[in-house]
């Protein structure tokens, strides 16, 4: 998958909230990535354009999204709907906000088995769908599958949720599964579990996966290649162990230096500013403002994400991009 | 110069400002305000503006009956020889004056008692101000009208009198639902807790944050009762001849259909683009203060 | 609270509200200034004449003991007598209620299935042309009154383009079915006389039509909102993410929550059509209850009013508990709040 300078912008009351600003990313097959960023820095943004889910007020400013091939901004519903079925699934962050509350598990399970293109609609009787959607649940390791998909959301708890949509986001078989910060809507100890659960079926099915998150240690714990990124931008990519070990961005360096140390040294920094009015966005690179390192450059045009070394380490830097 | 300035005072306070914004950026919302500060114009302009306004009372023109529309007549006359146009402005005074009378009558006591219920929540009074405000709103609105006003002698008074006693309850459950709710916020217990005055904190902490669904349902609220009130005298048993109610208009002319369609049109229409108004003008006020609530 | 518990304590509470209503009514009619019995018998009776009514009416027993005869009577079926008919209140019922409630029924049909449609459509393709049509058409038709809108239909379609018929239940010359419930469309029906059935829901069209005009716009706003509101959803989006066809999507899981609360007005609605039927019987000269609701209500009949507001309340009060029902049916939230979260 690729993803080359895509913009898109929100139509609101206040104005036009420009959020991508130029989103560069790739990723490999069988590849595991992870993206960090805060809250609101378009993370969700660039999932759902992916898949083609966007918000109705949504607006697509420019930019390419291919996929296997399939230039996913262009494609028609057809073949939208059978690249979603077939080869690309997601996870959302709040799984009570993702399951349907006046239909019981089991009618949607059944439906997304049911049109998952893997058999004639026909054929699928209800006795089928229902051994299918148990052998789903099966897998996510959910006890008394039978009473889960009679029941209706609401009377499940937070973590049989999100198990019950990486079921259904699993039932058939996926290439890549794009997971939006999968844990942290649920309890500590839950969250564990779930994640271990996701390793497990994106080692067992070879699945390619995105993993977004704004939890640094799940990141480190889980992809080989992260992400940054910061008010629309992808502005770092590397191995994760570089990362970690040697920042480059401004803005890398200072979110590793906010966290604080078990260790107790002092208190840990934070970095001054805030993110940016999309409305009015500063021009050039979006972390100028906040930047220590702020260059004449830095406010007038945009960085691009381009590699510094030859160990695939990128930056969307002006003290690294040579000009 | 100072007027200017006190109403640039009053506007911040009130954030007035950003209230017209999000007013004014419906369309529809501004359209209903034109309405009604057309027809609240032409209510109070009423004997004024109005070619034949006596006619609007006792006066009859018999010669001129059933002349249709024209430009001595613009809505033409009816079985009295009564000019339809003069009647139907007075039929708008009449209408908005009825409402205001109503909603006057029972908006006060209404948001008193549903603000006193709410405030003392699990109490007695709040059991027995609600239970008999159940009473009411359990029966459709037109069904209670009807019945009250049925037993009184029709007339225009009595026809408010019905509404009003049959209106209040609203107020009450409405301000009962939010004054419950806002009485456990911090803001009150802060008040309590500083050793305030009961009805100090009702009023000034708990009802100003219950101002928005109040002054929504207000204006929405002079559309319907407007449009009870003219349902009434349809069937008789509210304004008489010869006040120029609209309703009552709308069926005297009724007898004349189709051939001398103007008597019963021309109030008919008028009936419409009053309620409409204030529905679209409810609306609009409703924009306000659901966007501040998010 | 349990769902059977929600719905005998809301039905609990209409009752109780028509029994207030009825002691009302009862308590104004004979409080307020007028003489029932000098109404009644004319002005030009001789004060014996009018003593001897009174008698007869039981006007002259404290007003409890009144309360209650009626009271017992209505429990035996006997719902009085009327001054204005001259006969048995119930026999008027029987002969007259069922045309209401045909023409209510076929109203209510037309209320749900045109919100259905309208509200579908402007959610669907909202902000777009059709929506914009939808949302100007049901504000309007929310701001006519049914009697406004009762004449103007009965002008333009029957006097002007003289496609539906003015007035009554059947065309001139036409004979009606045996009575066997009272409803011609019944009736005819169980008759198997289908010219007659088709001529008498000719009839019924713009009646109908006047009387849930009103509902059906706000119901079809409500819905319409609904999912305009529901269609950025994260389940809504998680549907379309995993591939469900697009008419699933919009038909199945967006419409059951937008429908929600519509459904939960329906209540509302139905006590609205009823109440309609008083504006709107008159003008088509509907031979129906609240036709004769009028007249009793302009001739101050006493026992015809109560009578009146009775039968009122106790549709009112069954409606609200099938309406109830559905609603439970379809949230299963409402459903089973005592279990889950």
């Given at each position: 998958?690729?993803?080359?300078?895509?913009?898109?912008?929100?139509?609101?009351?206040?104005?036009?909230?420009?959020?991508?600003?130029?989103?560069?990313?790739?990723?490999?097959?069988?590849?595991?990535?992870?993206?960090?960023?805060?809250?609101?820095?378009?993370?969700?943004?660039?999932?759902?354009?992916?898949?083609?889910?966007?918000?109705?007020?949504?607006?697509?400013?420019?930019?390419?999204?291919?996929?296997?091939?399939?230039?996913?901004?262009?494609?028609?519903?057809?073949?939208?709907?059978?690249?979603?079925?077939?080869?690309?699934?997601?996870?959302?962050?709040?799984?009570?906000?993702?399951?349907?509350?006046?239909?019981?598990?089991?009618?949607?399970?059944?439906?997304?088995?049911?049109?998952?293109?893997?058999?004639?609609?026909?054929?699928?009787?209800k006795k089928l769908l229902r051994e299918k959607s148990i052998d789903a649940l099966k897998e996510v390791s959910l006890p008394d599958p039978e009473r889960v998909l009679d029941s209706y959301p609401f009377q499940?708890?937070?973590?049989?949720?999100?198990?019950?949509?990486?079921?259904?986001?699993?039932?058939?078989?996926?290439?890549?599964?794009?997971?939006?910060?999968?844990?942290?809507?649920?309890?500590?100890?839950?969250?564990?579990?779930?994640?271990?659960?996701?390793?497990?079926?994106?080692?067992?099915?070879?699945?390619?996966?995105?993993?977004?998150?704004?939890?640094?240690?799940?990141?480190?714990?889980?992809?080989?290649?992260?992400?940054?990124?910061?008010?629309?931008?992808?502005?770092?990519?590397?191995?994760?162990?570089?990362?970690?070990?040697?920042?480059?961005?401004?803005?890398?360096?200072?979110?590793?230096?906010?966290?604080?140390?078990?260790?107790?040294?002092?208190?840990?920094?934070?970095?001054?500013?805030?993110?940016?009015?999309?409305?009015?966005?500063?021009?050039?690179?979006?972390?100028?403002?906040?930047?220590?390192?702020?260059?004449?450059?830095?406010?007038?045009?945009?960085?691009?994400?381009?590699?510094?070394?030859?160990?695939?380490?990128?930056?969307?830097?002006?003290?690294?991009?040579?000009? | 110069?100072?007027?200017?300035?006190?109403?640039?005072?009053?506007?911040?306070?009130?954030?007035?400002?950003?209230?017209?914004?999000?007013?004014?950026?419906?369309?529809?919302?501004?359209?209903?305000?034109?309405?009604?500060?057309?027809?609240?114009?032409?209510?109070?302009?009423?004997?004024?503006?109005?070619?034949?306004?006596?006619?609007?009372?006792?006066?009859?023109?018999?010669?001129?009956?059933?002349?249709?529309?024209?430009?001595?007549?613009?809505?033409?006359?009816?079985?009295?020889?009564?000019?339809?146009?003069?009647?139907?402005?007075?039929?708008?005074?009449?209408?908005?004056?009825?409402?205001?009378?109503?909603?006057?009558?029972?908006?006060?006591?209404?948001?008193?008692?549903?603000?006193?219920?709410?405030?003392?929540?699990?109490?007695?009074?709040?059991?027995?101000?609600?239970?008999?405000?159940?009473?009411?709103?359990?029966?459709?609105?037109?069904?209670?009208?009807?019945?009250?006003?049925?037993?009184?002698?029709?007339?225009?008074?009595?026809?408010?009198?019905?509404?009003?006693?049959?209106?209040?309850?609203?107020?009450?459950?409405?301000?009962?639902?939010?004054?419950?709710?806002?009485?456990?916020?911090?803001?009150?217990?802060?008040?309590?807790?500083?050793?305030?005055?009961?009805?100090?904190?009702?009023?000034?902490?708990?009802?100003?944050?219950?101002?928005?669904?109040?002054?929504?349902?207000?204006?929405?609220?002079?559309?319907?009762?407007?449009?009870?009130?003219?349902?009434?005298?349809?069937?008789?048993?509210?304004?008489?001849?010869?006040?120029?109610?609209?309703?009552?208009?709308?069926?005297?002319?009724?007898?004349?259909?189709?051939?001398?369609?103007?008597?019963?049109?021309?109030?008919?229409?008028?009936?419409?683009?009053?309620?409409?108004?204030?529905?679209?003008?409810?609306?609009?006020?409703?924009?306000?203060?659901?966007?501040?609530?998010? | 609270?349990?769902?059977?518990?929600?719905?005998?304590?809301?039905?609990?509470?209409?009752?109780?509200?028509?029994?207030?209503?009825?002691?009302?009514?009862?308590?104004?009619?004979?409080?307020?200034?007028?003489?029932?019995?000098?109404?009644?018998?004319?002005?030009?009776?001789?004060?014996?004449?009018?003593?001897?009514?009174?008698?007869?009416?039981?006007?002259?027993?404290?007003?409890?003991?009144?309360?209650?005869?009626?009271?017992?009577?209505?429990?035996?079926?006997?719902?009085?007598?009327?001054?204005?008919?001259?006969?048995?209140?119930?026999?008027?019922?029987?002969?007259?209620?069922?045309?209401?409630?045909?023409?209510?029924?076929?109203?209510?049909?037309?209320?749900?299935?045109?919100?259905?449609?309208?509200?579908?459509?402007?959610?669907?393709?909202?902000?777009?042309?059709?929506?914009?049509?939808?949302?100007?058409?049901?504000?309007?038709?929310?701001?006519?009154?049914?009697?406004?809108?009762?004449?103007?239909?009965?002008?333009?379609?029957?006097?002007?383009?003289?496609?539906?018929?003015?007035?009554?239940?059947?065309?001139?010359?036409?004979?009606?079915?045996?009575?066997?419930?009272?409803?011609?469309?019944?009736?005819?029906?169980?008759?198997?006389?289908?010219?007659?059935?088709?001529?008498?829901?000719?009839?019924?069209?713009?009646?109908?039509?006047?009387?849930?005009?009103?509902?059906?716009?706000?119901?079809?706003?409500?819905?319409?909102?609904?999912?305009?509101?529901?269609?950025?959803?994260?389940?809504?989006?998680?549907?379309?993410?995993?591939?469900?066809?697009?008419?699933?999507?919009?038909?199945?899981?967006?419409?059951?929550?937008?429908?929600?609360?519509?459904?939960?007005?329906?209540?509302?609605?139905?006590?609205?059509?009823?109440?309609?039927?008083?504006?709107?019987?008159?003008?088509?000269?509907?031979?129906?209850?609240?036709?004769?609701?009028?007249?009793?209500?302009?001739?101050?009949?006493?026992?015809?009013?109560?009578?009146?507001?009775?039968?009122?309340?106790?549709?009112?009060?069954?409606?609200?508990?099938?309406?109830?029902?559905?609603?439970?049916?379809?949230?299963?939230?409402?459903?089973?709040?005592?279990?889950?979260?």
């Open positions: 998958m690729e993803v080359r300078n895509l913009f898109i912008g929100f139509k609101t009351y206040l104005g036009k909230l420009n959020v991508l600003n130029g989103v560069d990313f790739a990723l490999r097959k069988s590849e595991k990535v992870g993206i960090i960023g805060e809250s609101g820095c378009g993370k969700t943004t660039t999932m759902k354009a992916i898949l083609g889910i966007l918000a109705s007020n949504a607006v697509i400013d420019g930019g390419e999204i291919s996929f296997q091939g399939h230039e996913m901004l262009k494609i028609g519903k057809k073949q939208l709907n059978q690249i979603r079925r077939k080869n690309l699934t997601m996870i959302f962050q709040d799984p009570t906000a993702a399951l349907n509350p006046v239909f019981k598990v089991g009618e949607i399970l059944g439906d997304v088995i049911k049109y998952s293109g893997n058999f004639d609609h026909e054929k699928a009787t499940l708890s937070g973590g049989m949720r999100q198990r019950v949509c990486i079921a259904m986001s699993l039932a058939t078989a996926k290439d890549l599964l794009i997971a939006d910060e999968p844990t942290t809507s649920l309890d500590v100890t839950i969250q564990d579990q779930v994640l271990r659960l996701m390793k497990d079926l994106v080692n067992r099915k070879n699945l390619s996966i995105i993993l977004i998150s704004h939890a640094l240690g799940t990141i480190r714990n889980t992809v080989d290649t992260v992400y940054v990124m910061y008010a629309g931008n992808m502005i770092e990519s590397s191995e994760t162990g570089k990362l970690f070990s040697n920042p480059l961005h401004p803005y890398t360096q200072g979110l590793l230096k906010s966290v604080p140390k078990l260790t107790g040294e002092g208190f840990s920094e934070g970095i001054p500013g805030r993110i940016p009015d999309y409305v009015n966005p500063p021009p050039g690179c979006r972390f100028n403002p906040r930047c220590k390192y702020a260059m004449e450059i830095c406010r007038k045009e945009r960085p691009r994400l381009l590699e510094v070394d030859a160990d695939n380490h990128k930056v969307a830097c002006w003290l690294y991009n040579k000009r | 110069m100072q007027i200017v300035e006190r109403v640039r005072i009053i506007a911040k306070r009130y954030d007035l400002k950003r209230k017209w914004f999000r007013f004014s950026r419906s369309p529809l919302s501004l359209v209903g305000l034109v309405v009604i500060v057309a027809a609240i114009f032409l209510a109070l302009a009423a004997p004024y503006i109005t070619p034949y306004p006596r006619e609007a009372g006792l006066q009859t023109n018999l010669q001129d009956r059933f002349l249709p529309p024209s430009s001595k007549y613009l809505f033409g006359t009816d079985q009295l020889g009564r000019d339809v146009f003069t009647r139907t402005v007075f039929g708008f005074q009449y209408s908005l004056m009825m409402a205001g009378v109503v909603l006057l009558l029972v908006v006060p006591p209404g948001i008193v008692l549903g603000l006193i219920a709410g405030y003392y929540r699990g109490s007695w009074i709040d059991t027995l101000v609600m239970r008999i405000s159940d009473v009411f709103i359990a029966v459709p609105p037109l069904i209670l009208a009807l019945s009250i006003a049925s037993v009184l002698t029709p007339s225009a008074f009595n026809s408010m009198m019905a509404v009003s006693l049959m209106w209040w309850p609203w107020y009450t459950r409405l301000t009962y639902n939010a004054a419950s709710a806002l009485r456990n916020e911090y803001f009150v217990q802060a008040s309590e807790v500083m050793g305030e005055n009961s009805f100090r904190i009702m009023f000034n902490e708990i009802l100003p944050n219950c101002l928005g669904s109040i002054l929504t349902k207000i204006t929405l609220d002079v559309g319907w009762v407007i449009l009870l009130g003219s349902a009434l005298s349809f069937v008789g048993l509210g304004a008489q001849p010869p006040t120029p109610d609209l309703g009552t208009m709308v069926a005297g002319g009724s007898i004349f259909l189709p051939g001398q369609w103007w008597i019963s049109m021309f109030p008919a229409v008028a009936i419409i683009v009053i309620i409409l108004g204030f529905n679209l003008l409810g609306d609009g006020i409703r924009d306000i203060f659901v966007e501040e609530a998010r | 609270m349990r769902l059977s518990t929600f719905i005998l304590r809301r039905t609990g509470l209409i009752v109780f509200s028509l029994v207030g209503l009825s002691i009302l009514v009862f308590v104004l009619a004979r409080v307020l200034p007028g003489d029932p019995a000098r109404a009644a018998a004319g002005n030009n009776a001789p004060q014996w004449a009018v003593d001897q009514l009174r008698r007869q009416l039981g006007l002259d027993k404290p007003l409890y003991t009144q309360y209650f005869v009626w009271l017992d009577n209505v429990l035996h079926g006997d719902l009085g007598y009327s001054l204005t008919t001259k006969r048995d209140i119930t026999a008027d019922v029987i002969q007259y209620l069922p045309a209401s409630l045909e023409l209510i029924v076929l109203a209510a049909m037309f209320q749900i299935a045109g919100s259905f449609i309208l509200g579908i459509i402007a959610g669907r393709y909202s902000y777009k042309a059709p929506d914009n049509l939808v949302r100007v058409v049901s504000y309007i038709g929310i701001s006519i009154p049914a009697f406004v809108l009762a004449i103007i239909l009965q002008l333009v379609f029957s006097w002007y383009f003289k496609l539906f018929p003015t007035t009554g239940e059947l065309s001139a010359g036409i004979a009606g079915p045996p009575a066997i419930t009272g409803s011609v469309t019944v009736d005819s029906l169980i008759a198997g006389k289908f010219d007659v059935l088709a001529n008498a829901l000719w009839h019924m069209v713009l009646p109908a039509l006047a009387l849930c005009m009103g509902a059906m716009c706000q119901d079809a706003r409500i819905i319409r909102s609904g999912m305009v509101e529901n269609k950025d959803k994260d389940y809504i989006s998680m549907a379309k993410s995993q591939g469900l066809p697009d008419r699933t999507v919009t038909l199945k899981y967006l419409l059951k929550p937008s429908l929600i609360p519509a459904v939960t007005v329906m209540g509302l609605d139905i006590a609205a059509l009823m109440a309609n039927a008083f504006l709107v019987e008159q003008v088509f000269n509907w031979p129906g209850f609240a036709n004769l609701g009028l007249t009793f209500m302009l001739n101050k009949d006493l026992n015809g009013i109560v009578a009146l507001v009775l039968i009122i309340g106790i549709m009112y009060a069954v409606a609200n508990i099938v309406v109830d029902v559905i609603v439970a049916y379809l949230d299963p939230r409402i459903r089973l709040m005592e279990r889950g979260q």
